[in-house]
């Protein structure tokens, strides 16, 4: 048996090791308990649309245009959330800012903007690699992003990445593009030596750098592949599918309006959400997603926000 004296010495150290380990718990129920939120913002299929649509009568006039787009990416960002802007390609071609200036006020205006990242989109080789390469040297403030195309030996080889990893608070997100097959869309000598891979196996392998190796909490991939087909092409549904280690697909390419994000089970059956938002800037799309230990990643919030010029 113990005598009093020992046991009053046990008892003052056990005392004194739980108080000591309160200090630890507390951290450890707060880091379970801390959120951290995260506001996606993007467009996509924008194609040269720095004006609102004209008042003609049509469907979408008074629509779109960069000066509303803008103070409304502004009013969002001053909601205090940490914001990331991204963009699904086809940035030129359709107005004739495009046929005059060759991109350069697209490119400014998304630099204005504060675009994060872009992908390429097939009619971003509209005027030549050459011209696009000198677009993005001269005027963009933000990477454009392609893991599926080797642009070695052409005017954009030093001009594109593909990917980038950005800090946003506590969280570290990887951003991936991906872009659509270039025989029979795309000119050959748009094209130059540009080579396109399969895009599946391509952000596949891009995905997992990212989520495994760098310990991104959430890896988009930004796509202009299209939305979905009838026939055996890959698109967004596609990828989704067969995907391993994405979390959002932000698509391009079919000009699709989502009412909401869809969700699909990849080869792993996790959760991958896909959203597009139509073309010609008339929408920008809101994904606000929480983090936490506890629940891990949620998509709490989606809106595809009408912009509406006054």
Not at 260 to 267: E, Q, S, T
């Amino acid at each position: 048996m113990l005598n009093r004296r020992k046991f009053l010495q046990q008892s003052v150290l056990t005392a004194g090791s739980v108080s000591l380990s309160l200090p630890v718990i507390a951290r450890e129920l707060e880091d379970l308990s801390e959120v951290n939120r995260l506001t996606i913002l993007h467009t996509n299929d924008t194609h040269s649309r720095i004006d609102p649509f004209p008042m003609d009568g049509t469907r979408n006039q008074g629509l779109g245009g960069v000066a509303a787009r803008s103070q409304l990416i502004n009013q969002i960002r001053k909601e205090g959330d940490q914001v990331l802007l991204l963009d699904a390609g086809d940035i030129f071609q359709g107005t004739p800012y495009f046929n005059l200036y060759k991109g350069e006020p697209e490119i400014k205006a998304m630099s204005e903007m504060q675009y994060d990242a872009t992908t390429i989109g097939n009619h971003d080789f509209d005027a030549g690699l050459e011209n696009l390469a000198n677009q993005l040297t001269r005027h963009a403030t933000f990477p454009m992003l392609v893991c599926n195309y080797n642009f070695s030996q052409t005017p954009m080889e030093y001009q594109y990445e593909p990917y980038k990893i950005f800090k946003k608070g506590k969280l570290k997100v990887g951003v991936l593009g991906v872009g659509i097959e270039m025989k029979g869309l795309i000119a050959d000598n748009l094209i130059e030596k540009a080579v396109y891979s399969d895009p599946v196996r391509a952000a596949n392998e891009t995905a997992y750098f990212l989520k495994k190796q760098k310990d991104c909490d959430l890896v988009i991939c930004l796509s202009h592949l299209g939305f979905q087909y009838k026939e055996d092409k890959i698109s967004d549904e596609r990828l989704a599918q067969e995907s391993e280690n994405i979390d959002l697909i932000i698509g391009g390419h079919t000009h699709t309006f989502f009412d909401a994000p869809l969700r699909y089970n990849n080869k792993q059956q996790k959760e991958v959400i896909v959203n597009q938002v139509g073309f010609g800037g008339i929408v920008l799309g809101r994904l606000d997603f929480e983090f936490s230990k506890f629940s891990k990643r949620q998509l709490v919030n989606s809106t595809s926000i009408k912009i509406i010029s006054k």
